[in-house]
C-alpha cells in the first residue's frame, strides 16, 4: 500500500499544489470562518441536511417525504429537489463533532475546489499546465462563481453544479481519449453527478456535455458511441431521482416557480450589456445585504476577448476545440440580455429558470476555456524566459481584481438545528417546508392549512407528532398512535361506530393506508388535502405507510441495471490508465505562478485582510456607496439615506436603475410596502415601481445597525412626452392603505412622499 501511495505520488501531476493555491482566497471565508449565514438559500439547505439526517438515522435511505416540514403535515420535497448536494453534506454531517451547518459549508468548499481541479485538468490536458494556472485563475474569481452564488445566495446546489460540470467535461475528455476502465467509471459518474446536482443547471449541463460530444464528432469526424453511451448510462443511473420528477410532475404545485411581473417571472432578470462587462462593486459590511453587480468579471471578458482575436490571428491547428466554447460563451450571453425575451417566451420549460443571470455560472466555464487556450497561444509568441512571468500575470489578474470579492461582511453563529428551530421559522411566516412559494406542495391541496398547536405540540416535548384530529373524533372513541418509523404511523383505535379518521397529514401518492393489514378505503380531506381513512366500528389498526408507487420502483430498477452495466463495462475495458502527458515536477514556470499566488496570499492575510482596506463598513446615517446621498425621515421609524440612479436623462421606453438605501430608526412592528412614482409636472403618475418588501426584506425584521438596499427598475412608457419629470419614493401599508409621513427633524409631517430628483425625457 505504501509502495503504491508512493508511486501514485511520484506520478501525480504536481500542478494540482498550484491549483490549491489558486483556489484558496476563494475558499478561504468558508475556512476561515465558523458557521454560515441566515437570510441566504443556505439556510434552508441546512435544515433540509438536518431532516434528510434525521431520517436516514432511523433507517430510511433514501427517503422522498419530509414529514416535520409544513407544521408537520409533511411535504415531498426529497422527491422532486436534486439531491446530490444533501448527500455529500451527509458524509460530513454524520462525522462526530460536525452538524448540517458544518455539511453545506463542506459542499460549498468540494464545490469551489472542485471546480478548479476539473477546469485546470481539462485546459491542462488541451493546451498545456500554464493554461490550466490560468483558466482555473479566471474561472475560481468570476463574481458569480467567487461570491454572489456561493455568499449571497447561498444556493449550495447551483453551486456544487458549477464544480461539477468541469469535472464531468474533463473526465469524458479524458475517456474520449485513451478509453480504460478507471476513466469509464469517472466519465459516467462525474455526469451522472451533474444531472443530481441541481435541477436546471444539471438539465443546462448534460446538454452543453451533448453538445460538446456532437462537436467533437463533427471536428474530428470519427465515431463518439462510447462518449453517447456514458451519457445514456449516466441518465440510467440517475433516474431513480429524475424519472419520478417527470412521472410525477402534476402531484405537486409548481405554478409558483412561475411569475408575472415579480421576483420569479424571467422578464425582470434580464441584464444589461453594460451591466454584464462593468466592474465588480465593493462589498459593504453595514448593509444587511450589499449592492452588487451581475457581471461577467472585467478580467474575464478581456482575457475571453483577446484569446478569440489571438485565435483568428493566429490560426492554430487545434483552434476548432476552441469555438465550440466561443459559441456557446455568445449564445449563453445572448440569452441574458433582453433581446432573447422571445426565446424565453417560446420554449416551455425556460420560464422555469426564473433568473437569467443564472447563466453567468456557465458562462463562466466557457470563458476560463477560452482564457485558457489563449494563453496557450499567447505564449508561444513569448521567448522562453518571457512565459513564466507572463503565466503569473495572467493568473494575478483576476485574483486581484477578485480580492475585493474576498471579503463577505461576517455572519454571527448560524445558532442551533433543529425541528424545533424550523417549526418556530415556520411559525413566524418566513417559509414553509424550506420554500417560500408553496412549490412542491401535493396538487391536492387547495388552501394551505393553518398551524395546528395540537400537532406541533410534539415539536416542543421532544415526542412524536399526533397527527390524529381528535376534535373530529366521535364520542367515546379512543384513538392510540405510535410512529414505528418516520414514515410509518400505527393507530390502535377501538370505535363504537363507524367513522372517518382525519390524520394531518397531506396525501401524496406513495402514502398507503392498511386497515387490519388489508388495503383500506380513504378519501381526501378538502380543501387542505388530508387523508381521511374510512374505519369500521369496534377495534382495529391501521398502519400509514410511505411506499415507492411504480414510477419510482420502475426508475429505481433502471439505475440498479446501468449500475451494474457500467461497472460490467469497467471491467470488460479494465486496463491501467496512462498519467498525464505533461511533466509531473515542477518547472521554472510553475515555480513563478505558485511563488506569486503565495505571496499574494500572504499579502491579503497579514495586511489587506485585517486592515479592512478591501471592503466599505457604513455605519450611523452614512451609505458610503451612495452616489448620492440625503436624509428623510418617514415617521421617525425608517430613515431613506441616499439614492443611484443609472442615469438623470432617458428616453421614452427606456428602463432606469434605482436603488434606494434605507435604515430603520428603531424596532418595526409593521410590513411597510415601497413604490417609486415618476411624476409630470402636474402631479400625473406616467410611471412606478411598486414592491411589498424594500429591498426583498420584511421591514419587521430590519436590524437597526445596518442599511436595506432596495433596487427598483423603472420603465417608462414608450409614449412618454419629452419634458422632465419628478421621481418620488415612499412608503405605505397596502392592506390598510395609509402612507407612512414624511416628517422634519421636529416631528412634524410635512408630506407623504420624498423627491429624490428630477428626470429628462429627451426625444428619441
Given at each position: 500500500m505504501?509502495?503504491?501511495?508512493?508511486?501514485?505520488?511520484?506520478?501525480?501531476?504536481?500542478?494540482?499544489?498550484?491549483v490549491l493555491a489558486i483556489a484558496f482566497l476563494a475558499i478561504w471565508p468558508f475556512i476561515s470562518r465558523a458557521s454560515l449565514p441566515e437570510?441566504?438559500?443556505?439556510?434552508?439547505?441546512?435544515?433540509?441536511?438536518?431532516?434528510?439526517?434525521?431520517?436516514?438515522?432511523?433507517?430510511?435511505l433514501y427517503p422522498r417525504w419530509a414529514p416535520d416540514f409544513y407544521h408537520g403535515y409533511g411535504y415531498p420535497i426529497f422527491n422532486y429537489y436534486a439531491p446530490l448536494t444533501y448527500y455529500l453534506g451527509l458524509l460530513v454531517e454524520l462525522l462526530p463533532r460536525l452538524d448540517a451547518v458544518a455539511g453545506i459549508k463542506a459542499v460549498f468548499v468540494m464545490a469551489l475546489v472542485g471546480g478548479g481541479v476539473g477546469i485546470y485538468g481539462f485546459v491542462r490536458d488541451n493546451w498545456g499546465r500554464p493554461a490550466g494556472y490560468v483558466a482555473t485563475a479566471v474561472f475560481l474569481y468570476t463574481p458569480y462563481i467567487q461570491?454572489?452564488?456561493?455568499?449571497?445566495r447561498g444556493v449550495a446546489p447551483e453551486t456544487l453544479s458549477f464544480g461539477l460540470f468541469p469535472l464531468a467535461l474533463w473526465s469524458l475528455d479524458r475517456f474520449r481519449r485513451e478509453q480504460t476502465g478507471v476513466r469509464w467509471l469517472t466519465a459516467v459518474f462525474t455526469t451522472a453527478a451533474v444531472i443530481l446536482s441541481h435541477n436546471l443547471m444539471g438539465l443546462l449541463f448534460f446538454g452543453l456535455l451533448a453538445s460538446w460530444i456532437i462537436w467533437q464528432y463533427l471536428s474530428e469526424n470519427r465515431s463518439n458511441g462510447r462518449l453517447w453511451l456514458v451519457l445514456l448510462l449516466a441518465l440510467g443511473l440517475s433516474a431513480f431521482f429524475w424519472l419520478p420528477v417527470i412521472a410525477e410532475r402534476n402531484a405537486v404545485n409548481l405554478n409558483t416557480l412561475l411569475g408575472r411581473g415579480d421576483n420569479y417571472d424571467f422578464h425582470t432578470h434580464f441584464l444589461s450589456l453594460s451591466e454584464l462587462l462593468a466592474f465588480s462593486r465593493r462589498i459593504d459590511w453595514g448593509a444587511t445585504q450589499s449592492p452588487f453587480r451581475f457581471n461577467l468579471g472585467v478580467g474575464q471578458w478581456v482575457m475571453a476577448t483577446v484569446s478569440v482575436v489571438l485565435l483568428i490571428w493566429q490560426r492554430a491547428h487545434w483552434r476548432q476545440k476552441v469555438w465550440f466554447f466561443v459559441v456557446v460563451a455568445g449564445g449563453?450571453?445572448?440569452?441574458?440580455?433582453?433581446?432573447?425575451?422571445?426565446v424565453w417566451e417560446t420554449v416551455p420549460f425556460l420560464p422555469f429558470f426564473q433568473f437569467p443571470w443564472r447563466l453567468l455560472g456557465a458562462t463562466a466555464v466557457m470563458l476560463a476555456i477560452i482564457s485558457g487556450a489563449g494563453t496557450a497561444l499567447?505564449?508561444?509568441?513569448?521567448?522562453?524566459?518571457?512565459?513564466?512571468?507572463?503565466?503569473?500575470?495572467?493568473?494575478?489578474?483576476?485574483?486581484?481584481?477578485?480580492l475585493p470579492l474576498s471579503q463577505p461582511a461576517p455572519w454571527p453563529d448560524f445558532g442551533p438545528v433543529n425541528i424545533l428551530r424550523i417549526s418556530e421559522i415556520e411559525r413566524t411566516g418566513r417559509w414553509l417546508g424550506t420554500t417560500s412559494t408553496a412549490d412542491y406542495v401535493p396538487a391536492t391541496v387547495d388552501i394551505i392549512p393553518r398551524r395546528n398547536e395540537a400537532v406541533v405540540a410534539g415539536f416542543y416535548e421532544g415526542r412524536p407528532l399526533d397527527r390524529v384530529n381528535r376534535v373530529?373524533?366521535?364520542?367515546?372513541?379512543?384513538?392510540?398512535?405510535?410512529?414505528?418509523?418516520?414514515?410509518?404511523y400505527r393507530y390502535t383505535i377501538s370505535a363504537p361506530k363507524k367513522f372517518p379518521l382525519r390524520l394531518f397529514l397531506f396525501d401524496f401518492p406513495g402514502w398507503h393506508v392498511f386497515l387490519d393489514g388489508?388495503?383500506?378505503?380513504?378519501?381526501?380531506?378538502?380543501?387542505?388535502?388530508?387523508i381521511v381513512v374510512k374505519v369500521p366500528a369496534g377495534t382495529h389498526t391501521v398502519d400509514v405507510i410511505f411506499l415507492d408507487t411504480p414510477a419510482r420502483m420502475v426508475a429505481e430498477a433502471i439505475s440498479f441495471v446501468s449500475l451494474l452495466v457500467t461497472f460490467g463495462l469497467a471491467r470488460l475495458w479494465w486496463k491501467r490508465p496512462s498519467w498525464a502527458q505533461t511533466a509531473t515536477t515542477f518547472t521554472s514556470l510553475d515555480w513563478y505562478v505558485l511563488l506569486s499566488v503565495i505571496g499574494l496570499i500572504a499579502l491579503y492575510l497579514f495586511w489587506l485582510e485585517p486592515s479592512g482596506s478591501l471592503h466599505d463598513n457604513s455605519t450611523g446615517q452614512v451609505v458610503e456607496p451612495a452616489a448620492h446621498s440625503l436624509y428623510a425621515d418617514f415617521g421617525q421609524q425608517i430613515a431613506l439615506l441616499g439614492f443611484d440612479i443609472s442615469s438623470l436623462q432617458a428616453t421614452p421606453g427606456e428602463k432606469l436603475s434605482l436603488t434606494l438605501y434605507w435604515k430603520a430608526l428603531k424596532p418595526l412592528d409593521i410590513n411597510f410596502q415601497v413604490f417609486v412614482h415618476v411624476l409630470a409636472q402636474d402631479g400625473r403618475l406616467v410611471a412606478q415601481s411598486d414592491k411589498l418588501n424594500p429591498g426583498e426584506f420584511p421591514t419587521r425584521r430590519w436590524p437597526l445597525d445596518k442599511y436595506v438596499p432596495d433596487q427598483h427598475i423603472i420603465e417608462l412608457p414608450a409614449e412618454l412626452p419629452p419634458g422632465t419629470y419628478t421621481v418620488a419614493t415612499g412608503l405605505w401599508v397596502q392592506s390598510e392603505g395609509w402612507r407612512l409621513p414624511l416628517v422634519n427633524e421636529n416631528g412634524d409631517q410635512i408630506g407623504d412622499n420624498v423627491s429624490l430628483f428630477t428626470l429628462t425625457v429627451n426625444r428619441r
Amino acid at each position: 500500500m505504501v509502495k503504491q501511495l508512493r508511486e501514485f505520488w511520484q506520478r501525480l501531476d504536481k500542478g494540482f499544489l498550484v491549483v490549491l493555491a489558486i483556489a484558496f482566497l476563494a475558499i478561504w471565508p468558508f475556512i476561515s470562518r465558523a458557521s454560515l449565514p441566515e437570510g441566504t438559500d443556505a439556510e434552508l439547505h441546512i435544515f433540509r441536511l438536518y431532516e434528510l439526517s434525521r431520517l436516514v438515522r432511523a433507517g430510511e435511505l433514501y427517503p422522498r417525504w419530509a414529514p416535520d416540514f409544513y407544521h408537520g403535515y409533511g411535504y415531498p420535497i426529497f422527491n422532486y429537489y436534486a439531491p446530490l448536494t444533501y448527500y455529500l453534506g451527509l458524509l460530513v454531517e454524520l462525522l462526530p463533532r460536525l452538524d448540517a451547518v458544518a455539511g453545506i459549508k463542506a459542499v460549498f468548499v468540494m464545490a469551489l475546489v472542485g471546480g478548479g481541479v476539473g477546469i485546470y485538468g481539462f485546459v491542462r490536458d488541451n493546451w498545456g499546465r500554464p493554461a490550466g494556472y490560468v483558466a482555473t485563475a479566471v474561472f475560481l474569481y468570476t463574481p458569480y462563481i467567487q461570491y454572489i452564488d456561493p455568499h449571497v445566495r447561498g444556493v449550495a446546489p447551483e453551486t456544487l453544479s458549477f464544480g461539477l460540470f468541469p469535472l464531468a467535461l474533463w473526465s469524458l475528455d479524458r475517456f474520449r481519449r485513451e478509453q480504460t476502465g478507471v476513466r469509464w467509471l469517472t466519465a459516467v459518474f462525474t455526469t451522472a453527478a451533474v444531472i443530481l446536482s441541481h435541477n436546471l443547471m444539471g438539465l443546462l449541463f448534460f446538454g452543453l456535455l451533448a453538445s460538446w460530444i456532437i462537436w467533437q464528432y463533427l471536428s474530428e469526424n470519427r465515431s463518439n458511441g462510447r462518449l453517447w453511451l456514458v451519457l445514456l448510462l449516466a441518465l440510467g443511473l440517475s433516474a431513480f431521482f429524475w424519472l419520478p420528477v417527470i412521472a410525477e410532475r402534476n402531484a405537486v404545485n409548481l405554478n409558483t416557480l412561475l411569475g408575472r411581473g415579480d421576483n420569479y417571472d424571467f422578464h425582470t432578470h434580464f441584464l444589461s450589456l453594460s451591466e454584464l462587462l462593468a466592474f465588480s462593486r465593493r462589498i459593504d459590511w453595514g448593509a444587511t445585504q450589499s449592492p452588487f453587480r451581475f457581471n461577467l468579471g472585467v478580467g474575464q471578458w478581456v482575457m475571453a476577448t483577446v484569446s478569440v482575436v489571438l485565435l483568428i490571428w493566429q490560426r492554430a491547428h487545434w483552434r476548432q476545440k476552441v469555438w465550440f466554447f466561443v459559441v456557446v460563451a455568445g449564445g449563453l450571453i445572448f440569452m441574458m440580455l433582453p433581446v432573447s425575451a422571445f426565446v424565453w417566451e417560446t420554449v416551455p420549460f425556460l420560464p422555469f429558470f426564473q433568473f437569467p443571470w443564472r447563466l453567468l455560472g456557465a458562462t463562466a466555464v466557457m470563458l476560463a476555456i477560452i482564457s485558457g487556450a489563449g494563453t496557450a497561444l499567447l505564449l508561444s509568441l513569448l521567448a522562453e524566459k518571457w512565459q513564466g512571468w507572463a503565466t503569473a500575470v495572467l493568473v494575478l489578474v483576476p485574483l486581484l481584481l477578485g480580492l475585493p470579492l474576498s471579503q463577505p461582511a461576517p455572519w454571527p453563529d448560524f445558532g442551533p438545528v433543529n425541528i424545533l428551530r424550523i417549526s418556530e421559522i415556520e411559525r413566524t411566516g418566513r417559509w414553509l417546508g424550506t420554500t417560500s412559494t408553496a412549490d412542491y406542495v401535493p396538487a391536492t391541496v387547495d388552501i394551505i392549512p393553518r398551524r395546528n398547536e395540537a400537532v406541533v405540540a410534539g415539536f416542543y416535548e421532544g415526542r412524536p407528532l399526533d397527527r390524529v384530529n381528535r376534535v373530529t373524533l366521535p364520542p367515546e372513541t379512543e384513538v392510540i398512535g405510535e410512529e414505528l418509523r418516520p414514515l410509518h404511523y400505527r393507530y390502535t383505535i377501538s370505535a363504537p361506530k363507524k367513522f372517518p379518521l382525519r390524520l394531518f397529514l397531506f396525501d401524496f401518492p406513495g402514502w398507503h393506508v392498511f386497515l387490519d393489514g388489508q388495503p383500506a378505503q380513504t378519501e381526501l380531506g378538502r380543501p387542505e388535502g388530508f387523508i381521511v381513512v374510512k374505519v369500521p366500528a369496534g377495534t382495529h389498526t391501521v398502519d400509514v405507510i410511505f411506499l415507492d408507487t411504480p414510477a419510482r420502483m420502475v426508475a429505481e430498477a433502471i439505475s440498479f441495471v446501468s449500475l451494474l452495466v457500467t461497472f460490467g463495462l469497467a471491467r470488460l475495458w479494465w486496463k491501467r490508465p496512462s498519467w498525464a502527458q505533461t511533466a509531473t515536477t515542477f518547472t521554472s514556470l510553475d515555480w513563478y505562478v505558485l511563488l506569486s499566488v503565495i505571496g499574494l496570499i500572504a499579502l491579503y492575510l497579514f495586511w489587506l485582510e485585517p486592515s479592512g482596506s478591501l471592503h466599505d463598513n457604513s455605519t450611523g446615517q452614512v451609505v458610503e456607496p451612495a452616489a448620492h446621498s440625503l436624509y428623510a425621515d418617514f415617521g421617525q421609524q425608517i430613515a431613506l439615506l441616499g439614492f443611484d440612479i443609472s442615469s438623470l436623462q432617458a428616453t421614452p421606453g427606456e428602463k432606469l436603475s434605482l436603488t434606494l438605501y434605507w435604515k430603520a430608526l428603531k424596532p418595526l412592528d409593521i410590513n411597510f410596502q415601497v413604490f417609486v412614482h415618476v411624476l409630470a409636472q402636474d402631479g400625473r403618475l406616467v410611471a412606478q415601481s411598486d414592491k411589498l418588501n424594500p429591498g426583498e426584506f420584511p421591514t419587521r425584521r430590519w436590524p437597526l445597525d445596518k442599511y436595506v438596499p432596495d433596487q427598483h427598475i423603472i420603465e417608462l412608457p414608450a409614449e412618454l412626452p419629452p419634458g422632465t419629470y419628478t421621481v418620488a419614493t415612499g412608503l405605505w401599508v397596502q392592506s390598510e392603505g395609509w402612507r407612512l409621513p414624511l416628517v422634519n427633524e421636529n416631528g412634524d409631517q410635512i408630506g407623504d412622499n420624498v423627491s429624490l430628483f428630477t428626470l429628462t425625457v429627451n426625444r428619441r
